[in-house]
Structures are given as structure tokens and as C-alpha cells.
């Protein structure tokens, strides 16, 4: 194939995907909203937990009662997200784990925070995002590389498929 119908092709593949990244971090952006203000008018709707129950009732969600003082976020992003979880469990348990963080941080952290909504907006930003928040950690640029180079790698980059949950050596194929 030509060098210059080969140079056009990548051009409109980089077009392509720098509209894709935009659309991606808008949508990202969006959902760090979402996720605080489901937060927050959580923290409203749960002073009448009858209301709250009623909500659940009526969605057909159903609610499980969790060991110690903390909230239960599961049957809210069920209730607000309408998320099909025999295709998506991992989805609501990401997100209700990450209003649990942002919970935690609103409740520990209260007096930091001035303009709530945007604050918490902004600190799930300076975080990293909402797994950063739930306390996983990002890959570095030396792991990245590593891993491209086929390397073994240490990984507590949050749990694999299968994994124990302990941390685990992956072993990266070389080509």
C-alpha cells in the first residue's frame, strides 16, 4: 500500500481517536458529577430511611444489610443507574465502593470542604479518578514499560481475574 494512502488512514485514525478521548473525558467528567451528586442527594433522601426503603421497594431492589456503621451504596446505584447487574456487577460494585470513599471523605474530612459538590468534584480530579479514590493504584510509566518490554511484574494494581486478592507476580509473554 502506499506510504501516503497509509500517512491518510493514520491521520484519520489520530482524528478519530482524539474525538474519542474527548468524548471519553466528558464522559468521565460527567460521571464524577453524577457520582457526587448521587452522593449528595443520598446524604438528603437517607434522614428519612423509610423513604429510601420505599424507593428500593418499589424498583424491585433489593437490600442486604452490611456488618458495621457503614452505608450501603449498592441498591442507590442500582436505584439511580437502573444498571442491569447479571451484565455489569462489577460497574454497580465499583461505584458503590466509590461513594462509600467519598462518604468517608466527606464524613472524616467535612471541614476541608467548603463548596461541597465541587470540591468533591475536584478532589476525585486531584485523585486520579474514582478507582484512585477507592484506594487502587494507577500503573507507573516504568511499569508500563516494563510490561511492554515482557517483563516480570509486581502488580497491586487491583484485583486480576481469579486473583486471591494477594499480591501476585503476572508474568508478561515476550514475542
Do not use: C
Not at 6 to 26: K, P
Not at 103 to 120: G, M, Y
Amino acid at each position: 500500500m502506499p506510504r501516503d494512502e497509509l500517512n491518510q488512514r493514520l491521520e484519520a485514525l489520530q482524528d478519530a481517536a482524539d474525538a474519542q478521548t474527548q468524548a471519553y473525558e466528558s464522559s468521565r467528567d460527567k460521571l464524577y458529577q453524577n457520582i457526587v451528586d448521587a452522593y449528595l442527594w443520598w446524604r438528603d433522601a437517607s434522614a428519612d430511611n423509610r423513604y429510601l426503603n420505599s424507593l428500593y421497594k418499589d424498583g424491585g431492589i433489593r437490600t442486604r444489610a452490611r456488618g458495621g456503621n457503614a452505608p450501603n451504596f449498592y441498591p442507590l446505584v442500582r436505584l439511580i443507574w437502573n444498571i442491569d447487574i447479571s451484565k455489569r456487577a462489577s460497574t454497580v460494585s465499583d461505584w458503590a465502593q466509590s461513594l462509600l470513599a467519598l462518604h468517608e471523605t466527606a464524613t472524616q474530612d467535612a471541614h476541608k470542604f467548603s463548596d461541597l459538590r465541587n470540591d468533591l468534584i475536584n478532589h476525585i480530579h486531584d485523585l486520579g479518578g474514582l478507582s484512585e479514590l477507592r484506594g487502587e493504584r494507577r500503573m507507573s510509566e516504568d511499569e508500563l514499560f516494563a510490561e511492554e518490554d515482557g517483563e516480570i511484574l509486581e502488580s497491586t494494581r487491583g484485583r486480576k481475574p481469579g486473583s486471591t486478592g494477594i499480591d501476585e507476580t503476572i508474568e508478561t509473554k515476550s514475542q
